[in-house]
């Protein structure tokens, strides 16, 4: 994996120490450990699916092939039903960065590649989404290594993109998601709770055990103190010139009851929800995901 940009060597040594297996998969389809890496004859057929792009072609059954002219693959007593699928905001708000190292999006996309990593390396498999105020790319669930360098690939030439609008993209992308899974929104998350929630309910229905990581900055948590200044709106260009002082109060209580609203929404529909900062190192977000 040497040569990518957010999956840097001393990082996968640090998640050779981890274990992917997600509190709530434990309790529900995904029961036990991951499936044994071997392939004797002393794993049992289960059943056949159909091949989608990223699959494992060792697995695809070549007789099935000449009789259908179609690939399914051989899937095995021993393999688990993970799937999980990663939706990393790439809206324009998210090339924020506070004046710090990092924006929303580089600290997001750094957790994107490690959680991709560590799926890909207990077999399991992985989907990305890209959006902004729709999906921007979009790559189906796969396993192998290849599959995992595209979508580092794809991370490292992700840029801000427009408007943010998590509720659209989760609309869209619901048809594409056929088998229940994990799902991982990494996001600033500056839309309206109402719909990002009535977004999630086809996933929820279904199965899905959601995970919403909300990126905000220092900056954008607590105004810092200073003279006049010029705020800009990085997806609408709207300027206001204010003495942070004058704002301080009003946009502390703005943004909290926009922090309580998604907390509330989140328990409510037994959703995992946490609050991250982007100072912090971005291996605090596996917190929530492995046990």
Not at 27 to 40: A, C, N, V
Request: proline share 4%; net charge neutral; aromatic share 12%.
């Amino acid at each position: 994996m040497a040569g990518h940009r957010y999956l840097r060597p001393e990082d996968i040594r640090k998640l050779q120490t981890f274990e992917f297996a997600p509190k709530a998969l434990v309790e529900g389809y995904l029961q036990g450990r991951h499936r044994s890496r071997s392939r004797g004859s002393s794993i049992e057929f289960h059943e056949y699916r159909e091949y989608t792009p990223g699959d494992d072609l060792k697995l695809i059954d070549w007789r099935v092939f000449a009789r259908s002219d179609k690939h399914f693959l051989r899937t095995f007593e021993q393999e688990t039903n993970l799937e999980c699928h990663i939706f990393l905001d790439s809206s324009a708000s998210m090339g924020f960065d506070g004046g710090s190292e990092i924006s929303k999006l580089e600290y997001g996309s750094f957790f994107a590649a490690a959680l991709s990593y560590l799926v890909v390396r207990y077999g399991d498999r992985v989907s990305l989404q890209t959006f902004d105020e729709t999906i921007r790319e979009y790559f189906p669930p796969g396993s192998t290594n290849t599959h995992l360098h595209r979508i580092l690939g794809a991370l490292e030439r992700n840029t801000p993109g427009k408007e943010t609008s998590v509720a659209e993209a989760l609309m869209k992308a619901a048809p594409l998601l056929t088998r229940k899974g994990i799902l991982v929104v990494v996001s600033d998350f500056f839309d309206n709770p109402a719909d990002i929630f009535q977004a999630l309910s086809p996933y929820l229905h279904r199965g899905f055990r959601v995970h919403l990581f909300h990126l905000l900055t220092p900056g954008e948590l607590d105004l810092e103190q200073r003279g006049l200044t010029t705020y800009r709106d990085l997806e609408t260009s709207t300027r206001l010139i204010a003495h942070p002082s004058a704002l301080k109060e009003r946009y502390k209580e703005a943004i909290e009851e926009h922090i309580g609203s998604l907390r509330q929404l989140a328990q409510r529909r037994s959703v995992d929800y946490s609050l991250h900062r982007t100072d912090s190192h971005f291996f605090r977000l596996f917190d929530k995901l492995i046990v």
